[in-house]
């Protein structure tokens, strides 16, 4: 019996062995929670990438794995190169469990080795690295707010618009240059506006960022003269949303879509990924960025 019992100990602890040494997927594993909307977080994490790239002794490139819950990256840095696997979990409606895993191809056996009875250098680069990112998180949160209102409808409106495709960094330069165009063309026809430019996207590909929208402004459905410049008119129905209101600069509204799309996957609605943005403030005229106020709406399918 004890013979028996013996080769099963061993046996379980030679594949313990094995899967720990040549199986297992990482090399080391780092995990924590924030207390922010998972879709926030996965574009914080992206946001940090980006910025990385900026230091010239590290080298880094992001793989969005599976949009707004994985993200891959591949850094670079003193001749050693870090694979890591971040994955964005919702806890709750407010806090987020992300895990990070963390592998370097050349020394995995060598780090694993090491772990249980040293600090191995991936050890090392991993605890700097979110440390690092751990100290940038609290600046990048405080940089918007994001108040949720519910279900409502996006506010109808007959507009002058003016189609762009372009990618979600590209967003806000773009809306300038069409913000241009549309006024020289309602300034040319002395059109008044009737309201708040829109922002109504009509094409998202998510996985690499790329849109395609209208901007828009709101003009009496009287006011119909020749199209020019690519200037064309548009109706924007009202129909069922969820509704956040977004303060913090323009450039960066995007962040509320995944936030809103987050919030329909917790609570089971079905919403289209195509959202329209109201703008309640004029970027030229300044001010504090906090005070500036947008709305946004994701579209319920019904």
Not at 198 to 219: A, G, H, M, Q, R
Request: charge should be positive.
């Amino acid at each position: 019996m004890k013979k028996k019992i013996t080769i099963a100990l061993t046996v379980i602890l030679a594949s313990t062995l094995i899967w720990y040494l040549f199986i297992k997927k990482h090399d080391y594993l780092i995990t924590f929670k924030v207390n922010s909307n998972s879709g926030i977080m996965y574009d914080a994490i992206k946001t940090w990438g980006e910025e990385l790239v900026k230091n010239k002794d590290i080298q880094i490139v992001t793989f969005r794995d599976a949009p707004f819950s994985e993200i891959k990256q591949l850094i670079n840095k003193n001749d050693s190169s870090y694979v890591l696997i971040w994955k964005i979990a919702q806890v709750n409606d407010s806090l987020s469990k992300i895990k990070v895993y963390v592998s370097e191809e050349k020394h995995s056996l060598k780090n694993r080795l090491l772990i249980p009875f040293s600090k191995a250098p991936i050890e090392k680069f991993a605890v700097n690295t979110l440390t690092a990112f751990n100290k940038e998180l609290p600046f990048y949160l405080k940089s918007f707010q994001i108040k949720l209102n519910g279900i409502d409808s996006i506010p109808a409106a007959f507009c002058a618009c003016k189609s762009v495709t372009t990618t979600q960094k590209e967003k806000a330069s773009k809306m300038v240059l069409a913000n241009m165009e549309i006024m020289n063309f309602l300034m040319k026809y002395e059109i008044k506006l009737e309201g708040k430019p829109y922002l109504n996207i009509t094409s998202w590909d998510v996985e690499s960022e790329k849109i395609t929208f209208d901007f828009c402004f709101p003009i009496k459905k009287g006011n119909i003269f020749e199209n020019a410049n690519g200037i064309f008119y548009k109706e924007i129905k009202s129909i069922p949303a969820i509704k956040a209101t977004y303060n913090g600069n323009y450039r960066y509204s995007d962040r509320t879509w995944s936030y809103l799309l987050n919030y329909a996957k917790d609570q089971h609605i079905k919403a289209e990924k195509l959202p329209t943005e109201l703008f309640f403030n004029d970027p030229q005229q300044g001010g504090n960025e906090m005070n500036w106020k947008a709305e946004i709406y994701m579209p319920i399918v019904e």
